[in-house]
Every structure is written in structure tokens, then in C-alpha cells.
């Protein structure tokens, strides 16, 4: 179950701000994996999540091929894993 949060993580200074909300975020392993256009939506998805993995980009476009990327080799590496897993099955 997700839980909600009442306020939103205040960064540091101004800069610092400035440049969270200047990127995009993308959360590999969390409540909700996806590309997100702020900090907070993206820190929403980690909280109480045990392996929580986000990366950050300057660009959408990077943020969305690396979630790709990832999807991709996550699905390759599931797909080997089950057709040894039958082979193990068959022997």
C-alpha cells in the first residue's frame, strides 16, 4: 500500500531547487516505475519502498530511452531466466 505524504522534501537552498525542478526523473524500482517531471512525484514513489532506484536526466527524452533501456534488459534477463528455468524443469 502507498503511503501519502502531507508535505512536500525542501531542498537545500534555492539553486538547489531550481535544479531538481529542472530535470526529469526516472524511477527504475519504486511504488511506480516511470519518467517523472519533478523531484517530489519522484521521491512520492520511494518512500517505504525497500530498493527504491531512480536516476536523473536533463532532458525527457534521455530520462524515457534510459527507462527503455532498462525495461528492455530487465525483460531480456527475465525471459533467459525462465527458459533455463524450464530446461531445469525438462531434464
Known amino acids: 500500500m502507498k503511503k501519502t505524504i502531507d508535505h512536500q522534501p525542501k531542498p537545500n537552498s534555492e539553486k538547489r531547487e531550481k535544479d531538481m525542478n529542472n ?4 524511477v527504475f524500482r519504486g511504488w ?3 519518467v517523472y517531471g ?3 512525484e519522484c521521491y512520492k514513489q520511494g518512500i517505504n519502498f525497500d530498493g527504491f532506484y531512480y536516476a536523473h536526466f536533463d532532458t525527457k527524452e534521455e530520462a524515457i530511452a534510459d527507462f527503455d ?3 528492455h534488459a530487465a525483460t531480456i534477463e527475465r525471459e533467459v531466466h525462465d ?3 524450464l530446461e531445469e ?3
Open 89 to 91: 524443469a525438462l531434464a
Open 83 to 85: 527458459q533455463l528455468t
Open 38 to 40: 519533478t523531484w517530489y
Open 23 to 26: 530535470k526529469w526523473y526516472t
Open 69 to 71: 533501456r532498462y525495461n
Open 32 to 34: 511506480d516505475p516511470g
